[in-house]
């Protein structure tokens, strides 16, 4: 016996066919003579049930056919033979195996069958009946040939309606398959894409062109002057179209809000949306290239709570957008955010990077600035006086020591400036003592060095809650502010002060009531200024993943204030405020 893996229709119809033959068989079987035609049918009867189960758990004999049809002929002859042949209740029986040959073999099957009982028939006539019924017999064997050659064209036809339908099935199920698998590739290919790049452009352009391949993978013929694609990413706080296919020159150049239509509910919702009123929407009907198109959908670009845009798809087609499609472009929508995360990730790598040189050189700048301005000027001070002491001695020696005493007051606090510079540039004290002791050595050295009052306001509690690189961080952001208040500010004393603004988030404030300035006028035309004290100041708020803000107007004193959050909820909530 041979398994197999689905049951076969044939053996099913034909274990059908005897069924129902041995149910019209034993309703006219005669009760008190008929125990050989009882005894027959429980063995076919049997029979049937055992093929059943075989069926059931898809099993099969060897020369399983030719089997079933050998034993209906079998139990057909003795029946025929035993229960009155023509003359009986069974004469019918014959149509049994004539079936059960044309389901099996069709016309040969039927035609082989009808033979051996229209012998049969002929033979009974013959020898059994009388001799004015052998006309009767074979008329019967007559309609016998001809139901088996009608039976075997019925099977023929059926068998190859079936067959044509299995095939059909066959090529739809291969052609699905090889879909399903051209969309696996597309996936393969552009994860691959997607990640073997780190340039931005190029995530962006890979994405679309990948995209239409996936939507139609069965297809021979290029749709891609079909469908309207777009990639809108955020800048700011509008949409730009960074890159699409089919767009006008004009559409490329539009700037979408991002608030109304299919657009405003997929960033809103963070789902993709599909809608067929395309002309009535909001922001999309100015776009010229979709005027020809029906449908659309829109996946967002979105990855927690950050939305960098929205890939956009349309067709002419109402109904192009299936199931199966929106699934895809959903997968092609994860796919490139993550690409694009990577990608906007490395280039602000990149950009750190070249800022941090900038900070590097802007530093250099200024340590040479101070040098220049600071020490190197004193040091030439002390040179000048030495060779005006040198000079003295022999021309007016009295007034030597007046000078030396200069000299000396002079290199001393040369030597002040030099241990400013050198504390503002690692100031020892914050790695040991925390930024307590560091702000008030700060506040001292300003007072000696540049004779600037410095008043320190820390809440202990929340020193206790920083670590030492944000404490770091705190140090340099109050040292470049007062530095800068005391350069520009002119007041009398400056604040330094740590404060809750709630239990989430702290402020780091720098007070004066110096002359303040325009806070907007100085915005605007800061880069042409050529100083990057602001920009430190926000850099550094950054790293603390906080918030500058600075409060200031002409004669009213200047609030440098930093917003530092202690949680991530609180930072969400700070850069959300914004």
Known sequence: MRKFNSPYIADWFAISLRWLAIFALTINVDKENGFLAIFLLTLLALWNLGLSVMGGLNIRLSYHRQISVFVDILFSLILFWTQGGLGGVFYWIAFLPILSGAVYFEVLGSMISASIMTVSTLAYSYFFMPAGSIIAGGIGASV????????????????????????LQEKKDKKRHRVENERLHTVYELTTTLNATLNYKRVLESALDLSV?????????????KIVSAVLLFVGNKLIVKTARRFTRADMKLVFKGNDGILGTSISKGESVLTKKLRED??????IALHSCTSSYAVPLRTGFTVYGVLLFSHPDPNFFTIERREMLELIGRQSVIAIQNARLYQDLIEEKERMI???????????????????QSVSAIAMRLNLIRMMLTR?????????????????RTTKEIRHMLFTLRPLVLESQGLRAALESMAEKMDETFDQAVAIDLNDKIIEKLEMGKQGVIFFISEEAVNNARKHADASVITVRLRYLDHSIIVLEIIDKGKGFDVKAVTENYE????????????????LNGRLHIDSAPGKGTNVQIF???????????HRAK
Not at 358 to 376: C, F, I, M, Y
Not at 528 to 543: C, D, P, Q, T
Request: aromatic share 2%.
């Open 282 to 287: 909001a922001e999309l009907n100015r776009v």
């Open 528 to 543: 042409s200024r050529g100083s990057l004290g602001m920009v430190n100041l926000e850099e550094r708020a950054e790293l």
């Open 396 to 412: 007016a020696p009295d007034k030597v020591e007046d000078e030396l005493i200069r000299a000396e007051d002079l290199a001393r």
């Open 144 to 167: 016998t040939l001809a139901l088996g050659l009608l039976f075997g064209f019925v099977s023929h036809q059926l068998i190859n309606g079936l067959r044509e339908l299995r095939e």
């Open 358 to 376: 900038e900070v590097q050189e802007e530093a250099r700048k200024k340590l040479a600035r101070d040098l220049h301005d600071g020490p190197t």
């Open 564 to 574: 530092i959050p202690l949680t991530e909820e609180a930072a969400d909530r700070l």
């Open 213 to 225: 391949r996936a939507l139609h993978p069965e297809e021979d013929e290029d749709f891609s002057d």
